[in-house]
């Protein structure tokens, strides 16, 4: 079996969860013993990206214009690609990349799946744009797909209005590799930020409104006398607010400890999540949030907002969901920054969860058996 994974930017700097995913999903495949192979612009392509997907045939077209992810390609080199591989699988929503291998699918009826991983809702910037984009081609590519896959069960209704059935959509929820996290590195991390053994809220992720920082840290500066053993870290690239949130900590009588430490990736990743305790997401919508299984892979607990589509992270006691506002964030931290060995034990109730349903070995397991009925139909 031969599958094309179709993903506009692979640099999870970049790209984010989308990003990630496409990349751990490829190595399953990989591992799976299924021939894969990767459709990208060469945004943020670096020799680490690479090396992480050995055995896997990355193309990279060069890209013209990064704000709107326009590649440099040879429709006749697209159809090339696409004609040598037996399923196509199209990764978000909103670009040039999967608008050309969709029209080079249907041309020669090579069965296509989309993956939009919560990138449906026009939402954010650019809305005039990708209601424009959805006229072009948009809703066509998402409404001919011979199969639709959602994250979460909540992200299946947002294909109604793109004229597929909610209950034809088929879950396949995001993965982590267990082997990605090892249990070291965190005493470097504490070591280089300079924060001891004090106890650590950690928020990973770009620091832009949808994602939630500013929730955060005004969550924490409201009540940081409350817990003024505790440091809170921004790990992550800044997506437009972290001249902001700099500002504001400034005026917040906890600004010694709290830390912003810019992307953090490969073993440093691992070290963050173990040296943390306790990782914190405040997203304000987000389809389901990569960053909870690594955590929880890690033995992590999570305070995170309804908005995740991650709401048994509460039901399994590995955690707290809160709504998506500072009050909600601020109600939350104050029931968890109080017990340590508590965190403790939620985290590793978590871990188990996570282990055992959603390790990539077992999430792959979904992605063969639907391309094994794709194939058989075609």
Same mark, same amino acid.
């Given at each position: ?9 692979? !640099?999870?700097?970049?790209? &984010? ?10 190595? =399953? ?21 690479? #090396? ?52 080079? =699918? ?10 939009? $991983?919560? =990138? ?42 793109? &004229? ?10 995001? &993965?982590?590799?267990?082997? !990605? ?15 001891? @053994? ?39 690239? !800044? ?13 917040? =009588? $906890? ?9 953090? &990736? ?66 939350? #931290?104050? !029931?968890?920054?109080? @017990?340590?060995?508590?965190? $403790? ?32 139909? $075609?």
């Amino acid at each position: 079996m031969k599958v094309l994974n179709v993903n506009a930017v692979l !640099d999870p700097v970049t790209g &984010g969860g989308t990003a990630e995913r496409t990349i751990q999903m490829s190595r =399953a495949l990989r591992d799976a013993g299924v021939d894969c192979s990767i459709l990208t612009t060469n945004i943020g392509l670096s020799v680490e990206n690479i #090396l992480v997907l050995d055995g896997i045939h990355v193309t990279a077209f060069r890209c013209l214009l990064q704000r709107f992810f326009i590649p440099l390609a040879r429709y006749k080199t697209i159809k090339r690609i696409v004609e040598g591989v037996d399923v196509v699988h199209l990764m978000g929503h909103w670009t040039v990349l999967n608008a050309l291998v969709f029209r080079a =699918a249907r041309g020669m009826r090579k069965p296509y799946v989309v993956c939009p $991983a919560g =990138a449906l809702l026009v939402y954010g910037r650019s809305k005039m744009l990708k209601r424009f984009y959805n006229w072009i081609v948009g809703r066509r590519i998402i409404r001919n797909a011979n199969a639709w896959i959602a994250i979460t069960n909540d992200e299946c209704a947002q294909f109604e209005s793109y &004229g597929v059935d909610p209950g034809r959509v088929i879950i396949i929820p995001n &993965g982590v590799n267990p082997a !990605d996290f090892p249990g070291e590195g965190a005493t470097e991390f504490r070591e280089k930020y300079g924060l001891g @053994d004090r106890p650590v809220a950690l928020f990973f992720g770009r620091l832009n409104s949808i994602k939630g920082p500013d929730i955060l840290l005004d969550a924490f500066c409201r009540e940081q006398l409350k817990w003024p053993d505790w440091h809170l870290v921004f790990a992550g690239p !800044d997506g437009g607010l972290l001249s902001t949130l700099k500002d504001r900590t400034a005026d917040c =009588a $906890a600004r010694q400890r709290v830390h912003f430490i810019g992307y953090v &990736g490969g073993r440093e990743k691992s070290g963050a999540y173990h040296a943390a305790d306790l990782l914190v997401i405040p997203s304000r919508q987000e389809a389901m949030s990569i960053v909870v299984l690594e955590a929880g892979i890690s033995g992590t607990p999570v305070l995170l907002t309804d908005q995740c589509g991650f709401d048994e992270v509460a039901r399994i006691g590995g955690g707290k969901v809160v709504p998506a506002t500072v009050e909600g964030v601020q109600a939350g #931290l104050a !029931d968890m920054l109080t @017990d340590c060995a508590r965190l $403790a034990a939620m985290g590793s109730k978590l871990r188990n969860y996570v282990r055992d349903n959603y390790a990539w070995n077992v999430v792959i397991r979904k992605y063969l058996d639907l391309y094994g009925t794709l194939l058989s139909k $075609a």
